[in-house]
């Protein structure tokens, strides 16, 4: 379906531009629309990546083109977002790091260069792999997760056409049937749009799962300039029922790190705040005596 030419934009390059701007804006809006019957089978996921990553996995992103840029995106957000680490977000890239940039000739039709991906990074039990096609039939990526699911990798395949081979080679199949596009076969529209929205949900769940997130706060993300490291006083503040100053000085005593700073400003010491973080799992609420 995703490369399918739609009768009702035959004439798009005809139409005058607000018009064709209001029928491709629908088209994205349908294609959030086409997760909804996906997002048990994504809750499904975060439930079976979370002990993995918690264990000391990592997050694997595998694709081609549009989808392995889409991924890209995603992933490199986890860093300063939740301080998760990069050494654990890996890249599985049909035509190596240049494909980014470039299209590389013939890079989405080696599924052997996707096997050898796999065994030369090491994919094995606790690691997390996400395929992405928008047809769901690229042989690299296929091959990837044929090949991490055999290491015992958790796998994921997401694409945007039913009865897609990727879906079916991996554990856990995700489906977000977008159909044609305003312009035959352009997947970076719809496809791209569905693609990074569910990948936006996932990741982000699964953060929340593994602690990175409380009260609704990125009380994990990395204070890296001065409007962050406002916006992690006011954190520290908020949580902790300080005034700013004390949540400053809480954040300098941590290195500004977000939350031991709240455990410091509570009356912790460091070494104490950090062993306390460290048998809860990271995971705010957990943390005995605390008043969060």
Not at 144 to 162: D, K, Y
Not at 171 to 179: F, N, Q, R, Y
Not at 260 to 276: E, F, K, M, S, T
Request: proline letters at 4%.
């Amino acid at each position: 379906m995703t490369e399918l030419a739609d009768p009702r934009y035959r004439d798009i390059d005809t139409w005058d531009d607000e018009t064709a701007l209001r029928a491709m804006l629908e088209g994205q809006m349908a294609a959030l629309a086409a997760i909804a019957p996906a997002l048990p089978e994504m809750a499904d996921v975060v439930a079976a990546a979370a002990p993995r990553l918690r264990a000391g996995g990592r997050l694997v992103y595998a694709g081609a083109g549009t989808s392995i840029r889409v991924a890209v995106q995603d992933g490199i957000e986890l860093g300063p977002t939740y301080d998760w680490p990069e050494a654990r977000t890996l890249y599985l890239i049909a035509g190596g790091e240049a494909a980014l940039m470039l299209g590389i000739e013939g890079a989405e039709d080696n599924a052997e260069d996707g096997r050898a991906q796999v065994a030369d990074n090491g994919i094995g039990p606790d690691d997390v792999v996400i395929g992405l096609a928008a047809s769901g039939r690229t042989p690299f990526t296929v091959a990837v997760i044929e090949a991490a699911r055999v290491t015992g990798a958790l796998t994921v395949g997401i694409a945007c056409n039913a009865g897609a081979p990727l879906c079916a080679v991996a554990e856990h199949g995700i489906l977000a049937a977008t159909g044609a596009e305003a312009i035959a076969g352009s997947t970076r529209m719809k496809a791209g749009t569905a693609q990074k929205a569910i990948l936006n949900l996932l990741s982000t769940q699964i953060m929340l799962r593994l602690g990175h997130v409380h009260r609704g706060l990125m009380v994990d993300m990395r204070p890296q300039n001065i409007k962050l490291r406002g916006r992690a006083t006011g954190m520290v503040a908020t949580l902790a029922q300080v005034d700013d100053a004390t949540a400053q000085a809480a954040l300098e005593t941590a290195s500004w790190q977000i939350k031991p700073a709240i455990l410091v400003a509570q009356g912790y010491d460091l070494p104490a705040a950090r062993a306390a973080l460290d048998a809860a799992q990271g995971v705010l609420r957990n943390v005995a005596g605390a008043q969060v």
